[in-house]
């Protein structure tokens, strides 16, 4: 997309989009896409993986303001995962939809764990190309997953 265009969508300013977009270029999570534009002033942006994205918030945190890009990306993802869990405990679905939660330890070492997301990535990866498309009978899901080691009280990790 342009800055024009998600400064319309958003309701903001076309320049106010394009700072945060050069921002998120500057942490590698969207990069030019010159193929797209309409001419050679044209601006076009995409993202740079082509669902979702993963992230490595150390070598984020080590760019300059790099820690205060993961504060507000940090409270955003917060109030996201907050959102979905109250949404399922809710009980506001539609009776023609499925919601789950799944809170599920295993013992992996750092590389099985990077092993098994790869994995399930490539199970969205195959849904999303297998659902593309626009159908009635279809509605947007949202998978949310996260990869860490437990949580250990009273210790630092």
């Not at 082509?50 to 070598?59: A, I, P, S, T």
């Not at 599920?104 to 190309?129: I, P």
């Amino acid at each position: 997309m342009r800055a024009a265009d998600i400064g319309e969508a958003l309701g903001i300013p076309a320049n106010q989009a394009s700072f945060h977009l050069r921002q998120l270029a500057k942490y590698c999570l969207i990069e030019p896409a010159p193929e797209a534009a309409r001419d050679k002033r044209d601006r076009v942006w995409r993202t740079i993986q082509e669902r979702g994205f993963q992230l490595d918030v150390k070598d984020i945190a080590a760019e300059p303001g790099g820690k205060a890009a993961l504060t507000v990306f940090q409270k955003n993802k917060a109030a996201w995962a907050h959102r979905l869990v109250d949404e399922v405990f809710s009980f506001k679905q539609r009776k023609d939809s499925f919601s789950a939660i799944v809170d599920q330890t295993m013992k992996l070492t750092k590389d099985e764990a990077a092993e098994f997301m790869g994995e399930v990535d490539e199970v969205l990866k195959s849904w999303a190309d297998k659902t593309r498309g626009r159908s009635p009978d279809r509605r947007t899901y949202v998978f949310y997953s996260m990869v860490q080691p437990y949580p250990e009280e009273g210790k630092d990790a």
